[in-house]
């Protein structure tokens, strides 16, 4: 009933994560509204991206250049490879200033149900790479089931090479309060425990 | 620290509403994770409707043409006009199936705060158009403070014009059961009591 225009962006949008019918129709009318402050902007924009971004085919990153301006960042320490599993990941890392080495971003965790085994984690390329430039492998998978079971997989893989793996620390998030943390974190809070 | 271009759409991406910048840097990871299913056909169809979709001079519809699709039907009656506050509102009608009249889109609700008065609203040209071709007016604003004061305010302006004003009822929801309904909802449905 609305123009075919309107109907099209809208079945597009409720495609979405998180968005139904009715979360699209609200938000294609606000762009509609909003069209030189909002609609318009977000058209070229997203032409834009679509047109200039790239996976990195070093370390899975998306960049406009490949290989990625973390991977031929010459100030960053080439022999130290994080393990992270999004891109999304590789963002927090970066916004938290923590770490200036590079990255191999898995794309997800091994999961037999949604079918992605080692080589859809591009497991291989990482194991070759680590064992041709790399001194030390970070893993900084998310500490679920799914993240450490992939942690442990690279773990063994990478016994025979001749790398240092290490893992980041778990335990309680700064600004956490003991009362309000889960039982799992506290226990492997406690296992870590260190001399003061 | 990401490339520049998805920096500039995850920030128009948290413009939309509901978004903060953790589900805009998740959307955008997805949309440049579906570039052919979700990214381009977005982007496609944002630009197409920024290109062709117009504001109703009539009736404040949203369409690629103006007067609109449903101003320039000859199937419906122009004697009869519908107020609704927004476009969605109008779909809402649509969808329903139960009218076949025009429409008279207000933008909202009369409100000081926000600086909307009967000019922002477009109430003077209703009242002409009602005035020069309406048989009948039907208040379809929402059943709120804000909507009621609305339809009241018109229902006065059109006192004086010889035009019947009418209002859709207020009552228990189809398929609604009435220990959950407010006490609003009750008292309006009560007092609407009709023979059966």
């Known amino acids: ?52 971004l790239t996976e990195c085919g070093t370390c899975g990153n998306i960049d406009t250049r490949n290989p990625c301006v973390v991977c031929t960042d010459p100030e960053r320490d080439a022999g130290l490879i994080c393990i992270v599993e ?15 080495g590079c990255y191999h971003v898995l794309g997800g965790t091994l999961s037999a149900l949604d079918g992605k085994g080692p080589e859809e984690l591009k497991i291989p390329i990482l194991v070759s790479r680590a064992r041709e430039s790399a001194r030390e492998v970070v893993l900084a998978t998310s500490a679920t ?18 790398v240092t793996v290490t893992q980041i620390a778990h335990g309680v998030p700064v600004g956490g309060e003991l009362d309000y943390l889960d039982d799992g974190t506290l226990m492997a809070a406690m296992k870590a425990r260190h001399k003061v």
């Open 86 to 100: 999004d891109v999304a990941d590789l963002w927090a890392m970066e916004r938290s200033g923590a770490y200036r």
């Open 145 to 162: 089931v799914a993240g450490q079971t992939t942690a442990h997989y690279i773990t063994e893989l990478l016994a025979k090479a001749q």
């Open 1 to 52: 009933m609305a123009a075919p225009e309107i109907e099209h962006l809208i079945r597009l949008l409720t495609r979405l994560p998180g968005l139904g019918p009715r979360s699209a129709r609200r938000l294609a009318l606000h762009l509609m509204r909003h069209r030189a402050q909002l609609l318009d902007p977000l058209a070229a924009a997203l032409t834009e991206a679509g047109r200039v």
